[in-house]
């Protein structure tokens, strides 16, 4: 982004705003893949198989991602604001309570990944409230920064499991708490809902959206983009364990460095799509990640080999969730809210298959090869699936006279 280009940038939306939707994200999104960095010593005190541990890190995903509908409805049904707050509040007094009552049974911890899922779904609401502050030229940046939010994962990664080794796993809970009663705190000062307010609809219509192809092209899209980013995130702690025997604590170093990587990059996704077109760019990462993948399923005995492998992984996924967030906008401006719930939820439900199909592959095969390849070949057909709409679409914008949009995507 030029220096011209950044001003314009920053003129023509509400940057503190922006700021507290990326903060809300960022933490709700650190605490919502706690269950992966401190996998090993949760399964280590719960003697877990590897099928239960996969289920475990997996079952936050799949929380997050089905709360995801109520919360995009929320949001636009009573502002992202107040939906932000609450949706904070909640899952404070759940970490409060998990903090005081402890992780007693295996139980216990899938009825925590439950709780868990409310930070997930935060997504629902963090995006359209940034995005609703800036015009269409700016969308891929605005939703880039405020998705950059996904970069919460690296601080879980990196100090959780040594938090866990210092004060035990309960307490790391109870850290956790007030971290969010702080961000409750900031967001509610800096957060200001959008100019362009959505007259609530009846419950019904919420869910028209799902008549539109575009809708369910965009699920199975991000289901690849994101589910790719937060199935490894949370799993990856335990495949670095298991697979090369690093520590509890150096894994999850490892996993902050990826997650880092993929989080991070986000905008630069979002920015490359308003650049080069959203379908252009997306199609290339989607080819890049289902090679990685491939390449990861031959069992690499380096792990340091392995890291860049993973490393080139997660930047594909998380440049390709800034450009199907590109998109988005593009072709459903009107009903982000409600379609970002949707979305998000297929997110979510693909990082619930990857995360858990890595521990059953682990269990039933003795490897983790065929997760990883499965997961490619899902990459493989969501390229395939682009190259499929990205005629429709353009012919759409061409019988309007739509010259810009034809050009974005």
């Known amino acids: 982004m030029s220096i011209s280009d950044s001003k314009s ?10 700021f507290a939707a990326f903060l809300y994200f960022d933490i709700s999104f650190m605490i919502w893949v706690l269950l992966g960095p401190l996998g090993v010593q949760i399964a280590k005190l719960l003697s877990l198989d590897p099928a239960q541990k996969g289920l475990m890190v997996a079952i936050p995903v799949l929380a997050g991602a089905l709360l995801r509908i109520p919360f995009g409805l929320a949001t636009d049904r009573f502002g992202a604001k107040i939906t932000a707050i609450v949706t904070q509040v909640m899952l404070t007094i759940g970490l409060v309570y998990i903090w005081i009552a402890g992780i007693p049974s295996y139980q216990a911890v899938l009825l925590l990944g439950v709780v868990l899922g409310i930070g997930g779904a935060s997504f629902a609401i963090a995006l359209p409230l940034a995005s609703r502050w800036y015009p269409p030229e700016h969308q891929g940046a605005a939703m880039g920064v405020a998705g950059a939010g996904n970069i919460g994962t690296v601080l879980t990664a990196l100090f959780a499991p040594e938090l866990a080794k210092l004060f035990g796993v309960p307490n790391v809970f109870g850290i956790c708490a007030v971290i969010m009663a702080l961000t409750i705190l900031v967001f509610t000062v800096m957060a200001k809902n959008p100019p362009v307010k959505t007259a609530p609809k009846p419950f019904g219509e919420y869910f028209k959206v799902l008549a539109l192809p575009d809708t369910w092209c965009f699920m199975g899209f991000y289901g690849v983009t994101f589910g790719g980013f937060v199935g490894l995130s949370a799993a990856l702690t335990l495949y670095f364990h298991g697979v090369y025997g690093l520590t509890a604590v150096h894994a999850g170093f490892a996993t902050a460095a990826c997650a880092f990587v993929g989080g991070s990059i ?35 005995p380096s792990f340091w080999l392995a890291l860049l492998v993973f490393l080139v992984v997660m930047s594909a996924f998380g440049m390709g969730d800034g450009a199907v967030f590109q998109l988005i906008p593009i072709r459903l401006g009107k009903e982000i809210g409600t379609v970002t719930g949707f979305v998000g939820m297929a997110g979510g439900v693909g990082g619930f298959y990857l995360a858990s199909s890595l521990g059953f592959s682990k269990q039933l095969t003795g490897a983790y090869s065929m997760g990883f390849l499965i997961f490619a070949a899902l990459a493989l057909i969501a390229f395939a699936g682009l190259q499929v709409v990205k005629r429709r679409w353009r012919a759409d914008f061409a019988s309007v006279g739509d010259v810009t949009s034809i050009v974005r995507v």
Request: glycine residues 14%; positive net charge.
């Open 9 to 18: 940038f920053l003129k023509s939306g509400h940057t503190p705003t922006l």
């Open 266 to 300: 986000r905008p630069v996704g979002g920015m490359l799509a308003d650049r080069l077109g959203g379908i252009r760019v997306l199609g290339a990462l989607y080819i890049l990640a289902a090679a990685a993948l491939i390449v990861l399923s031959f069992s690499i």
